[in-house]
């Protein structure tokens, strides 16, 4: 056993960084059955059935119709009164650029090319002949005209055959609409109707470069907690083929990097969920699955949860807590490593919160994690050392002994033996690492904490990729170069002292893979030159600490030869 094994295991551990969720992503139950077959048989399905519409910019889709505004701290925006449908929704906390004063609009009217809203309603059994409102049912308010905290609005609707449709809409301080949807039956008979809620969203969101959405590292898409089972799919599944699955509780939506739309059913109602790609647009729905029985000269009612949050932990968490809603907080993307990934989260935005830069909370956690390892990085940069001072005498070995290897490997385990060397002493602590070093990674990645946070110098955004170029010298050069040529000062900075860290360890014997290895810093620096500067800026640090500590180690570390 050489020294190769050893450089090989350092290798392998940052491609494992990379390729760590694509193995091993959040782990799903296997569904049990697609169509689970229960007293949900009869339930009739959403009402699919869509127009063809003809794109029109937002602010005439808004003015087309005649709205209820709404406004807290967090958001504002308007429900139309057009179908009751919330479609309009702006994060009054986050800008769309850093360069920009424009606020980031989440929600938008269906007839629009971003289209994305929501809607809620009632459905019936095929069997029925029943007028139900939909999305061209125009509603009329009773009462307050505008949404806002502690004051709900309530919009009503007669079709005319005795049944009365109300919603009452209220908006607390953060991002939860809380709809409540009322039947009143001045009818001669029964009637039986099954209350749905829908998300539907017209176009899969455009990614910016380096932002991972839509990957196997970062999940964007559909979600679902269906019972105990977390469900995810990506635009792609869904556009295949539907997702269905019945519950007796749980929640479903549509999630971003950074912001989520849910809606919760209510409590202790049965209901399918569903993810569908119909008439080129994506929808994510429940319908219970028992109907509400509203009989003659009686009223029933019916409650729904909506969220249309900026996935801020603190805010997500207390949303799971204080609305009692199973596994709502993997509406952020903590990843399989959700153990390391979400406490690391904590500590370092309570750095952030002490030092009022995440860049220096960064460099405080990074250092924090090489302390916490110390003494096994020790361990391994020891072994390390004393398998690069034998390398020559390997090297001998090998010449001596070329045409015998078993006599070459019995002199090669002599003087591993004789020197007290085991050549996979320096991987396993490299391995055990990893999980930690992927945590950062993960958790740097989907914080909405460190977007348009600023560190020192030029970067003036930790969450978007260092802005400057090599390729103009970093701005001296008046010329803006293309996307892929955007290799910027801190990547170079990472690629620089990963070479000369790996120049601290032992040089394979091979020739070939000592070229692959050389390599090896400039392929990653090209690969990690997209991604949010945060995650470099760690990276960089990290390896600027491992190198320190591997130079003191090797310059103290000794051993005899014959």
């Keep these: 056993m050489d020294l190769r094994n050893v450089v090989f295991a350092i290798a392998l551990s940052f491609a494992v960084l990379f390729g760590w969720s694509v193995i091993f992503e959040t782990p799903q139950v296997q569904e049990k059955n697609q169509t689970q077959q229960n007293d949900s048989s009869d339930t009739p399905s959403v009402n699919l059935v869509e127009k063809e519409i003809i794109p029109v910019s937002r602010n005439d889709a808004i003015n087309s119709t005649k709205r209820i505004n709404f406004e807290n701290s967090n958001v504002k925006g308007s429900i139309s009164l057009k179908g009751g449908l919330i479609d309009d929704i702006t994060f009054k906390k986050y800008n769309e650029t850093l360069e920009s004063d424009k606020k980031v609009t989440y929600l938008n009217p269906e007839q629009t090319k971003e289209g994305y809203f929501i809607e809620t309603g009632w459905a019936a059994s095929n069997i029925d002949n029943i007028s139900l409102p939909n999305k061209d049912t125009i509603w009329k308010v009773k009462g307050n005209k505008k949404l806002s905290v502690g004051k709900p609005v309530i919009i009503e609707w007669d079709n005319n055959n005795g049944l009365i449709f109300k919603k009452k809409i209220e908006l607390d301080e953060k991002f939860l609409f809380r709809v409540t949807q009322e039947i009143t039956n001045k009818s001669n008979k029964t009637v039986e109707l099954y209350p749905y809620g829908q998300i539907t969203r017209n176009q899969k969101p455009v990614l910016q470069a380096g932002s991972m959405s839509g990957t196997l590292i970062l999940h964007d898409g559909f979600i679902g ?13 869904i556009e295949e083929k539907k997702k269905e699955h019945n519950a007796e509780s749980g929640w479903l939506g549509i999630t971003d990097k950074f912001w989520v739309t849910a ?5 202790d109602q049965s209901f399918k969920g569903e993810f569908v790609y119909k008439s080129d647009s994506f929808k994510a729905n429940y319908i219970v699955n028992k109907p509400v029985v509203v009989k003659t000269s009686s009223s029933k009612s019916s409650k729904t949860k909506i969220f249309v949050a900026a996935k801020e932990v603190k805010v997500i968490d207390g949303y799971a807590e204080s609305e009692d809603i199973n596994k709502f907080d993997l509406t952020i993307d903590w990843g399989w490593l959700y153990f390391l990934t979400k406490p690391l989260f904590f500590i370092i935005n309570y750095l952030f919160e002490l030092t009022k830069n995440f860049g220096i909370a960064i460099i405080l956690v990074t250092a924090a994690v090489r302390l916490l390892f110390f003494p096994l990085a020790n361990y391994s940069f020891r072994s390390m050392a004393k398998m690069k001072i034998l390398q020559p005498e390997l090297l001998r070995l090998k010449e001596l002994h070329k045409g015998d290897k078993v006599k070459l490997q019995q002199e090669m385990m002599a003087l591993y033996k004789r020197e007290k060397v085991n050549p996979l002493s320096g991987c396993l602590p490299i391995l055990i690492q990893i999980p930690f070093f992927f945590a950062i990674y993960k958790m740097l990645l989907i914080s909405l904490e460190m977007r348009h946070q600023p560190f020192f110098g030029w970067i003036k955004d930790l969450s978007a990729q260092d802005p400057t170029s090599i390729f103009n010298f970093f701005g001296l050069i008046p010329w803006d170069p293309p996307s892929f040529l955007v290799i910027g000062a801190w990547p170079i900075m990472m690629g620089t002292t ?3 860290q790996q120049k601290l360890n032992p040089t394979p014997p091979d020739p070939i893979q000592a070229k692959i290895f ?6 990653l620096t ?7 500067a945060g995650l470099v800026v760690y990276w960089t640090v990290n390896n600027i600490l491992t190198i320190a500590q591997q130079w003191i180690i090797m310059r103290t570390t000794t051993v005899k030869t014959k």
Excluded: G, H, N, S
């Excluded at 907690?225 to 599944?237: I, N, P, Q």
């Excluded at 090209?526 to 949010?532: H, Q």
């Design 225 to 237: 907690v269906f019972d105990e089972d977390l469900k995810e799919y990506d635009y792609d599944d």
């Design 263 to 267: 809606l919760v059913p209510d409590k």
């Design 498 to 500: 990963m070479y000369l």
């Design 518 to 523: 050389m390599f090896f810093p400039l392929f």
């Design 526 to 532: 090209i690969i990690l030159a997209p991604f949010p």
